[in-house]
């Protein structure tokens, strides 16, 4: 059961992103849990790497997706912690090739899962919550820029899964605090590395136009500054990498 101390449950935390968004959450003070799919002996090593905070670490097997599992995460959860004060969703979808015969994964994943998640664990978010939702540019600008091909769908379903929590954020009566964070192509990270299969040099040209790519430790870390930020106001927007102007317009 919980100490006492603030807590914050990640999406999707045992790589990349998420697993440096639960270690930045550890080293801020607060007890971190996230959910993993299936790697669970990548999911030790970042439970193991984050708790040297002195934090408590919870790693919960589960697939937002599914319900069932949704509600025996809600179940553990609820023995582990009073309140959750934290909220990052992290995980997202649409690219992995194991999903590509089944064109309406996006939206469930992107939007669906990520509106049906919030509600699942609203019993466990204290009053004034902070939700972070974690983007991309392409997705957060859908419509307004050219679009790599291979991510369209992804960034159409990302981009309706914000308008969807910005909608339940408006309507929340306990105060839910929404915040948006935007990223670059970020080094290191599974969705550059899909998208140079389908269009090679990405990562070089967008190095050539912005500078350096952000890491999953600068997002990790916008992440969890912005988070604990009071000052910032529910619908607000973090860009991490390159401006948002710096994206090729539709003509």
Known sequence: MSTGSPAALVTGGSRGIGAATVVALARRGLDVAFTYRSRKRRADQVVAEASTSGRRVLAVASDMTDQDATARLVEQLGGWTERVDVLVLNASGGLEPAMAEDLDYPMKINRDAQVGFVRAVRPLLAPGVTVVFVTSHWAHLYGAVMQFPAYEAIARSKQAGELA??????????????????????????????????????????????????????????????????SLPSGHTVVVGGPLDSLPRRC
């Not at 599974?190 to 430790?217: D, F, H, N, W, Y």
Request: charged share 30%; no cysteine.
């Open 165 to 230: 929590l910005r909608e339940l954020a408006a309507d929340d009566r306990r105060g839910l605090r929404l915040l948006v964070v935007t990223g670059d192509l970020v080094e290191g990270t599974i969705t550059p590395k899909l998208l140079e299969r389908a269009s090679r040099g990405v990562a070089g040209r967008r190095r050539r136009e912005v500078g350096a790519l952000p890491s999953a430790a600068d997002v990790a870390e916008a992440i969890a500054t912005a988070a604990l930020d009071a």
